[in-house]
């Protein structure tokens, strides 16, 4: 815990003095995605950086090419291996753009990797966080054209998909201030690369396959390392019951009648009651639902009792996983006891692990129209 005090000194201080590039444009080099994976010495990290085709600063940027290069180094910690970096390009790197932060599932020091980008003074805190099964460098390397640069691309995939319900906000303030909280228990998006399918015309002229990204359920963190990879169902339940969701596709199976419906967040209202042996957090969900097309009543009433099954669902599954078999909590279960009965979580503010293991879950859910 002392170690966690500290970090969030020093991620106060450095929020405060991010953003300003340290030299002159001809003397550093801008950070826009990193991928840090495991290596026999360490670490392996992956810049990607800004590439000029010449050396003058009015050269004009292409958003039809990728506009940035990718370079990596090996060393036993983030910050020799950005040292290296540097003795091997000659510039300084900034990373007050960075967009995106990588780190593969192997890797077991994750407070190294959270502590270094929060203490090194040009950090962005707006960059979002996102783990993968795969090699963090395949990532960054991802063959994106559209766009500026590339990670900007990235990020904007995230921010959809987070919207979307299908990703867990992970803007690394978040991030960082869930792992503070909950004793380094954090949840992250899982990408993965995949080339996409091209059409018959691009083939004939010999056009390569753009890579893309997919967002694939969450990455876990409990006890400060990587643990269970949930599933696209419980990324939602946990958005859904958190509030998160701007928009998300449902399918609704009628009497063997498929019907398209839009899902958003509404409102969602909290509560606490306690005795001996439990503590049941109630929470009141209310979604609106958004039709493909014209609906009568009847129809209607049908379509939300089936939205709010499905939600219920979705909840229930993310509970068991993250709370129930992890003893995460990622739901802000904690938060919700500190805020609706402070006393309460005082009286356990000794052993919030105890605490934890008492709460149960009760959700009401709502669809209207």
Known sequence: ???????????????????????????????????????????????????????????????????????????????????????????????????????????????????????????????????????????????????TVA?????????????????????????????????????????????????????ESGEPAQDALEINGAALITDGGFGETLEKEDVLGINYFLGNINGSDMVIDLNGEDISVKVKSVNEVAGVKSDDNEITIQKEITVRVTPSGDVDNATKEKISAAVEKEIEGYITGATQKTLEQNGADVMNLLRIVRQRDYSLYESYSGNLSSLLEKINVSTLVTAVF
């Open 1 to 147: 815990m002392k170690r966690i005090s500290l970090f969030v000194c020093l991620l106060l201080i450095t929020s405060c003095l991010s953003g300003c590039a340290p030299k002159s444009p001809q003397k550093i080099a801008v950070v826009h995605a990193v991928g840090i994976d495991s290596s026999d010495d360490g670490f392996e990290v992956s810049f990607q950086i800004f590439r000029a085709s010449s050396s003058g600063s009015q050269t004009p940027i292409d958003p039809s090419q990728t506009n940035v290069e990718v370079i990596s180094s090996t060393a036993k910690t983030i910050e020799n291996a950005v040292q290296k970096c540097e003795t091997q390009i000659g510039k300084t790197l900034f990373f007050g753009h960075n967009q995106l932060l990588v780190i593969s599932e192997d890797i077991e020091d994750l407070y190294s990797c959270f502590s270094f980008f929060a203490f090194v003074n040009d950090s962005s805190i707006n960059m979002v966080v996102a783990a993968t099964d795969g090699k963090a460098s395949d990532i960054i390397n991802c063959d994106i054209s559209s766009g």
């Open 151 to 203: 990670a900007e691309t990235m990020k904007e995939i995230f921010e959809i998909s987070a919207d979307d319900g299908y990703a867990v906000p992970s803007e690394f303030m978040k991030v960082v201030s869930t792992y503070i909280d909950t004793d380094a228990t954090a949840l992250l998006p899982v990408v993965e690369k995949r080339a996409q399918a091209i059409s018959d015309k691009a083939k």
